[in-house]
Structures are given as structure tokens and as C-alpha cells.
């Protein structure tokens, strides 16, 4: 089964809204994390959250999980040029330490 | 603030070459990680070592890789006779429990030609 798809699979808004990004996954989880990825470079990691919290906020991030949805969201306000990456999604396989699934990932476009 | 880094940044080799692609992880850390991302495709988990063993390992990871943290600072992917299917970008990452957070380097652009 695939852990950790996101949606949309691209975004394109203008700078100063705000973007939204949703994965979901299909077992249960330890915590979910979100990176951002710029385009061929390093993943950088941005907000994890526990399976037993329900939201989170860093900076203008916020992340909520539905853990009886099996889904997340990632919502980015008001949005910059500098936002532009590639968002991924992913979760440990088992406990906090393993390995990471990611999902397809949403490219996220920020108009100026 | 620490980082992980990788060497070298891009390495271009011919099918059926071995080789050695090099991370430092963060100084403290105990879980190192090794995954790939093909072009275009999602980021996938290939090893994971701990206690200079690996604690697991994907499909992808057979006999054709390795890995070692030879000294106290280095963690090694060694990719023995390398096939064009190789081509991917390798990243490494380190955590340090009881903190799950994943902290992966810049990656290696790994070209076989």
C-alpha cells in the first residue's frame, strides 16, 4: 500500500495567499513529517507531528492530522516567490527511528 | 547549526563501476539513513543503520549495496557494479532519538553512463 500521497500533485496561486496541501496515508502511524524539497536540491524538513496531536503551527506553517481520516494537511500563508518547492509528506514505517515513506509530493508554484 | 553533508556533490560513472558515495551525519546522531530519489519520481528509503548494523532495509537495497560508517564520522553507500537504473540523486540523514526529526543532506547526483 502507498503511504503518503499528497494533492493536489501541483499548485499554482499568487504570492500573498495562502496554499494548502493534503496527504494521506493508509496505516497507522508514529508521526507524520512534512519537507520541502527546491528543485534538485536537499529535502529540507519543515514541521513533524505526533499521532497524537492534532495540529501544529511553525512560522507561517500549520499542519493538522485526522488520524481517523489517515490524512494531513500542510497550509502555508501568506504565501512568497520563495515558497515555490516541491512539498512532500512522509512517515516512518514502524517506530519514530525507521525509515521513511514519502509520497509523490505536491509542486507548489507561487506567482509573484 | 549542524548539518549533514555529502561528497561529492555529483559523480558520473560507467555501467558495471563500483562506487563509494560519502556522508558526514551530525556529530551526535545514532540512526543513519540512505535513500534515492530517481528523476521525476518520489523519495525512496533504501537502509538504515544503528549501532554499526542495519536495522532495516528495503527492496531496493540488495546485494549490490553496502554500507559502513568506517570511523566515527562517516557513513558510506558503496554500489558494487552499477546498472544505468542507478541514476538518482542519494541522500543520507541522521536523527538522534528519542527526537524522530530526519535530517538529510544536500545529496549526491549519481550519472551512470
Known amino acids: 500500500s502507498q503511504q503518503g500521497e499528497e494533492d493536489p500533485q501541483a499548485l499554482s496561486i499568487q504570492e500573498g495567499e495562502n496554499a494548502t496541501m493534503n496527504c494521506s496515508y493508509k496505516?497507522?502511524?508514529?508521526?507524520l513529517q512534512w519537507y520541502r524539497q527546491n528543485s534538485g536540491r536537499g529535502l529540507v524538513h519543515l514541521i513533524l507531528i505526533r499521532s497524537n496531536e492534532r495540529e501544529k503551527h511553525s512560522g507561517r506553517l500549520r499542519v493538522t492530522l485526522d488520524t481517523s481520516k489517515k490524512s494531513s494537511s500542510l497550509l502555508i500563508t501568506a504565501s512568497r516567490a520563495a515558497d515555490t518547492a516541491s512539498y512532500f509528506c512522509?512517515?516512518?514505517?514502524?517506530?519514530?527511528?525507521?525509515?521513511?515513506?514519502f509520497g509523490k509530493g505536491t509542486h507548489l508554484i507561487i506567482q509573484p | 547549526e549542524p548539518e549533514v553533508t555529502q561528497t561529492p556533490s555529483h559523480q558520473v560513472t560507467q555501467m558495471g563501476q563500483e562506487v563509494i558515495l560519502r556522508c558526514v551525519p551530525i556529530s551526535n546522531h545514532l540512526y543513519f539513513y540512505w535513500y534515492r530519489q530517481i528523476l521525476g519520481q518520489k523519495v525512496e528509503f533504501l537502509v538504515s543503520?544503528?549501532?554499526?548494523?542495519?536495522?532495516?532495509k528495503s527492496e531496493i537495497f540488495d546485494d549490490q549495496f553496502s554500507v559502513e560508517r568506517p570511523d566515527g564520522s562517516n557513513f558510506t553507500l558503496k554500489i558494487r557494479s552499477t546498472k544505468l537504473e542507478d541514476s538518482a540523486m542519494y541522500f543520507c540523514?541522521?536523527?538522534?532519538?528519542?527526537?524522530?526529526?530526519?535530517?538529510f543532506g544536500p545529496g549526491t547526483r549519481l550519472t551512470v553512463l
Open positions: 496505516t497507522s502511524i508514529n508521526n
Open positions: 543503520f544503528y549501532n554499526n548494523e542495519i536495522s532495516e
Open positions: 540523514a541522521s536523527i538522534l532519538p528519542p527526537f524522530d526529526t530526519q535530517y
Open positions: 512522509a512517515t516512518p514505517s514502524g517506530g519514530g527511528a525507521d525509515g521513511l515513506t
